[in-house]
C-alpha cells in the first residue's frame, strides 16, 4: 500500500477512534456538527471523503487537531493530541467548549 492509500485510509479509522473517545455516538456527533449521521457513517468507513471545511468541523467537535485525523502526526492512539494544559483530562467536553470560546473570544479581541 502507498503512502497516499494509507493516508486516505487513514481518516476514517481516526474519525471513529476520536469519536468514540469522546463518549458520542454517530448521530450525537452529526448533531454537534450539522452533518448528517449518514455522512458520519460514510467518513469512518472511508466511501466518501470529507471537505476540507467538515474535517475542521470535525475536529473542533471532537476536540482534535485537523492533523490527528487526517494521519499527519505520529504516535499510537489519541494520547497527547488534544491536552493543551495542565490536567485538561479532568475537564468536562462542555468545560473544553467553554475555554474555547473564552479562547476565541481573546483572539477576536486581539485581532480587533
Given amino acids: 500500500m502507498s503512502r497516499a492509500e494509507n493516508s486516505d485510509n487513514i481518516f476514517g479509522e481516526r474519525l471513529l477512534e476520536a469519536r468514540e473517545a469522546r463518549g458520542l455516538t454517530q448521530t450525537d ?12 457513517g460514510h467518513f469512518e468507513k472511508n466511501r466518501r471523503k470529507p471537505s476540507f471545511a467538515n474535517i475542521r468541523t470535525l475536529a473542533k467537535a471532537l476536540n482534535v487537531s485537523s492533523d490527528f485525523l487526517l494521519g499527519r502526526t505520529s504516535g499510537n492512539g489519541m494520547a497527547g493530541v488534544t491536552t493543551a494544559f495542565r490536567n485538561e483530562e479532568n475537564l468536562s467536553d462542555a468545560d473544553r467548549r467553554t ?12 485581532e480587533g
Fill in 29 to 40: 456527533l452529526a448533531k454537534i456538527t450539522g452533518l448528517q449521521p449518514a455522512a458520519i
Fill in 99 to 110: 475555554i474555547q470560546l473564552m479562547i476565541d473570544t481573546l483572539a477576536k479581541k486581539s
